[in-house]
């Protein structure tokens, strides 16, 4: 199976357009769900094909950086512009975590009432965006997706969310895309520079040109902020995360859940991708700024959780800070952080989308979402509970859990930056004392992760029930097979997390971390000074 | 017979299949089977950990020589892979199994052994207890899944053979406590209880993960023989050498020391956070006796025990300190308390307090003894109370109480054989504990005062011995109010009674109690465990050319207060002996005054009480000590209220001024857009139809004379031509000769 990838990629976007071909609304409903299986079935499937043992993407002496399951064609060739994609062990998980949630999530929307159809159909497209973002190889295709997905997000926020539906959905599009800008800006320019848009050789074709003295070495430094401020909107964190709350409260349940585990890994995944490979001394010399917004978005964003009301506001300040974990273990640089901000990636994918399915089941069974009118639903709806308290443990990064892995990584790892042989201490980057004080916020932060939720969880589900709330229905067998599945991929990530993570993306941060640890020798590169590089894939 | 580890191994996970089976299939199972098959997987880990002592005794002779006890089989060191945490974090190559990874690990030795057979002993015997004490409760089934997840969290954190492997497990162990404190969570005073401790225990954990964070970058990936070898010399105060050239300075070892400690602090609920336990009585009483009492309050001493030789002399006697405080606070508190479960929650307190103390100056033996100790008297005082509560129809305060001897008799007398254990009668086991500790706080002080440091470190001696008299006296008091006197509430003495499978566990804990300190071979095993893990570490020194040079490991060797490394072998015999006396002459006779002391006040109920209210400054101090110091509401106050005003503060911020950009920004674009709008339609449209009206006006000013009338058409020709003649005329005339 040669073309596997394309396959993956496109198999969504055919089932949507069967979709819209479909008679009627189980078969439309039907299609979906046999489409996300299918592509889920294909991505288990890269699991075997993928070679465990090969070393990560980047790097700079000839024959590094392997990416598998390449497939290459002439797109642009005007602006030599490829349909390049490829799977390393960074894009692995998070492509598998992609079909995994598609999956779930189609089966969470299996009670849409309107318009079932284009409801459907644009949740395909968009499985088929995300998925290009994570296989990509082309910047310009990398670029291409990362805006097509917006457009299937915009529609489904804007006519099936909540009351203010088309504030956050316009809110949403224009914020993403101003960070878009900012990031075809830096496209532009690095294309003027190196005539290349293959992400594979991109890097050291950068380093060459910095190393040559050429103005991207002025250069660079914006243009890596650029690209932050893109990844970093996505991600998103403080301040740039306005967005979310509104965007996560408007949009219907399983859309929101696609939103929390997925849009937001895209920027993740962007910074380990682009940002931090294309211009590594700007991010070395730039880290702190990075540390203090990660550390800032997971203090912040718990302290705005707990003042929270509204349950799915709350569950969408607790993503921001969240997410602050991988800022944080993206700008530490050591293998722990980046291994564990990686970690939280996908972990975060599962909880979160187990975290607002659960505020989807109390927001259907009440019809509202105001958390002092709930209360007693551990006596109401006993295995609701028992799963949700599942969804809330691994959320507060409890050990058995797949929360725990990534935030102790990154913990650690924050400590581990203060070895004198680190990539950041050892280069003269930081201050002993300043990641010391770092590293300390990180650990308050999960003091405060376990309170507003333990306390959320107290308010919804402990305490007498509610006369109010006595009529609500137990969680019926699609409910039950959702947050069943969800927990399950919780408990094994958490007790078995190198064989279902780490043996993916182990050599991945290794080569990534060879980026900042080697600058790039000059002699080595002096052919990379033309657009043909050494580099093999 | 099969490898002690595997054994220990099996006595782990049996409790971990109960509570899968009874999860899902414990409703099915129903009421009371669930319960009785939850006993059968505890009583075969208990059978497991006797096999496993029983092997560990008749192993072949082997490697370690120095333990007379645990023959030959030396401990055991297992890990398994887990984290990736890069090759390049190890330059110094410690603890090669697996480069680039943190591990979890199994260390078993003499210690694992004794603590394994206490913990599954007494959670047997709370087992059968609780099939007793919850047989109406409608979630049965439940509350055996948890106690059975309980009891694999405690028997996995005790087998753990690394730092972050115990990490782990010490948080499973606070979920299950979570989850059992609010087990009747449709109280709000449960549920609150259940968040107020895993959130204080979390406060403490943030301290353990600092401690960890800054032993990883020093050490990486560490089992705790690793820890003990490298980081030996902690205790004498100077800094450490790793290889690779790495240093571990006394300041960072203090720190980490403390960090590490104050995840103890929190989970053995020492001062400041010793909030959460008295709630946590709101727990069914087999819980408070299972967790609160004998094991997951006893992780944090275990802890202490473990990292104890890399410790250094500033951490010892803040660990030190910390105890003396709490076990007078404890005490002070226990004194007046009237709820029979919050007083032995303050007197668990306490206790825990003697056996942080005991570590902190140097006991180890006598701090894990009474650790030991403590397990069987605590657990059958919580026992005992639960079987008093049943039979009082879950009546708690002890003012409903009195003559209770009457009609639940075996519950008196094994209660009142508790009281005089932790009294400390002699011969009873916390005798033997207790007077070890006392004994070790003479030598310490002794030795304290012989160095010329300060007189407070007499304290250190003079405090305990007090506080000794206090814990006779409160305790006794206690026993005097439940069970003696006159019934203060006829309708709850008339409906006492109580039934054989409650106090079935109570007599075996009773007799356990008064033997274990002498008869159980508890203090040889815990010594015999020095001896080994000192073997250990003078084999990993023998074998690591590192340490050529190096002075030997004393690890586990009593550290005084010495501020130069001149301890020489054990000069402290005198000292102890000195401590021994002092024990002997002040402590000795504690259980008598003290007891006798209560038994006077208290043998006419409350009236004691009543007459010492009558003095104002006798009352505040007792409303004082019965709200706990006041603790609670000032930690809800400065904590809770603070935390929850900068929430607030923060999401209005977000709402109002980073949204509040965010939108005004985009106000701010449609302004412009509505500017444009206008400019366009005003200025450049309006510029365009200008020019198309001037035009117009133009084309019709022009338009003027077309008027389409003849006659004015003649009449201008005429006119034109009339003017066209003159100027011809005119013209004709000028040119003319004239």
Known sequence: ?537 | MPSPALLLLAATLLPLAAFVLLLFLGKRIGNPLSGWLATLFIAASFVCSIAAMVAWFQADPGHYQGSEWGKGYGPIDITFRFLPVGVGSQPNGISQDHPGYLDLGLYIDSLTIAMFAMITLVATLVHIFSVGYMRQDARYHRFFAFLSLFSFSMLGLTLGGTLLHIFIFWELVGLCSYLLIGFWYDAPAAANAALKAFLVNRVGDVGFLIGLGILFYHMGNATLPDLWTYLGSAGSGQTVQLPGGIEFKTAWLTVMGIGLFFGAIGKSAQFPLQVWLPDAMEAPTPVSALIHAATMVAAGVYLVARIYPILTPSAKLFIAIVGLITLTLGALIATVQNDIKRLLAYSTISQLGYMMLALGIGSWVGGMFHLMTHAFFKSLLFLAAGSVIHAADHEQEMTQFGGLWRKIPMTAVTFGIAVLTIAGIPDFSAAASKSMILADAGAFATLAQQQGRSAAYALFFIVPTVVAYLTAFYMARCWMLTFWGKPRNQELYDGASESPILWGPLCVLAFLSMVSGRYLNVEPLLESSIRESAAVCHDMQAQDDFFKGREEFTGFRRVWPTDSSDDTAEPLADFVAAGEQMESKWGYWAFLIGGAAAALLYCRGYAFTRWLDRMPPARWIRHWLENGMYFDELYFAVIVGTTLGISRLCAWLDRRLIDGIVNRFAAAVRAAARLAGRTDRYVFDGAVNGLGALVQDLGAAVRVPQTGRVRVYVTILMFAVMLALAAAVIVALSHSPG
């Open chain 1, 1 to 537: 199976m040669s073309h596997l990838l394309s396959i993956l990629l496109f198999l969504p976007a055919l089932g949507a357009v069967a979709v819209l071909a479909a008679r009627g609304r189980d078969a439309v409903r039907w299609t979906a769900l046999g489409t996300t299986l299918l592509a889920l079935l294909i991505s288990l499937l890269l699991l075997i094909r993928f070679d465990y043992h090969a070393p990560g993407l980047y790097g700079y002496a000839p024959n590094h950086g392997v990416v598998q399951l390449v497939e290459r064609t002439a797109w642009i060739p005007a602006f030599n512009v490829d349909y390049l994609v490829g799977i390393d062990g960074l894009s692995l998980p998070l492509v598998i975590l992609t079909a995994f949630i598609f999956a779930v999530a189609a089966i969470a929307s299996w009670k849409i009432e309107k318009m079932p159809r284009g409801y459907f159909a644009l949740l395909l497209f968009l499985e088929t965006g995300i998925l290009g973002v994570f296989l990509s190889l082309d910047f310009f295709l990398f670029y291409v997706f990362f805006e097509i997905s917006l457009f299937p997000m915009y529609f489904l926020i804007g006519i099936w969310g909540g009351p203010r539906r088309e504030y956050a959905a316009i809110k949403f599009f224009l914020y993403t895309l101003v960070g878009s800008i900012a990031m075809l800006i830096a496209l532009i320019a690095v294309y003027l520079t190196t005539h290349s848009f293959d992400m594979i050789e991109l890097p050291a074709l950068l380093a060459a040109k910095t190393a040559a003295g050429q103005p991207l070495a002025q250069v660079g430094p914006v243009l890596f902020a650029l690209l932050m401020f893109a990844f970093l909107i996505k991600v998103p964190a403080v301040p740039l995360h306005t967005w979310l709350p509104d965007a996560h409260v408007e949009a219907p349940t399983p859309i929101s859940m696609v939103l929390a585990a997925l849009l937001l890994k895209m920027g993740g995944y962007g910074i380990f991708r682009v940002a931090y490979p294309f211009f590594p001394e700007a991010a070395k010399h730039l880290w702190l700024l990075v540390a203090v917004i990660g550390v800032a978005s997971i203090l912040y964003g718990g302290l705005c959780a707990m003042a929270q009301t509204d349950f799915k506001r709350l569950v969408a300040y607790s993503s921001v800070s969240h997410m602050g974990f991988v800022t944080l273990g993206a700008a530490m640089m050591t293998v722990a952080s980046i291994n564990g901000a990686i970690f939280i990636m996908i972990a975060h994918g599962i909880t979160s989308a187990m975290m607002f399915f659960i505020v989807g089941v109390a927001q259907d069974r009440a019809e509202h979402r105001d958390i002092a009118h709930f209360g007693g639903l551990a006596t109401t709806m006993p295995r609701f509970w028992g799963l949700a308290t599942v969804g809330f443990l691994a959320s507060l990064g409890l050990p058995g859990l797949c929360g725990f892995i990534g935030e102790i990584l990154v913990l650690l790892g924050s400590f581990q930056a203060a070895r004198s042989d680190s990539i950041l201490l050892g280069g003269g980057f930081a201050l002993r004392g300043s990641i010391y004080v770092i590293s300390l916020l990180a650990t308050v932060g999960i003091l405060l992760t376990a309170a507003y939720l333990l306390w959320t969880m107290q308010r919804v589900f402990f305490g007498p029930e509610r006369p109010e709330n006595k009529q609500f229905r137990e969680i019926d067998q699609r409910e039950t097979t959702v947050l069943a599945s969800l927990a399950s991929m919780a408990i094994l990530l958490g007790v078995l997390p190198t064989i279902f993570v780490f043996s993916m993306t182990s050599k991945s941060v290794e080569a990534l971390l060879n980026l900042f640890q080697n600058p790039a020798p000059a002699t080595q590169l002096i052919n990379a000074d033309k657009s043909a590089s050494p580099v093999a894939d």
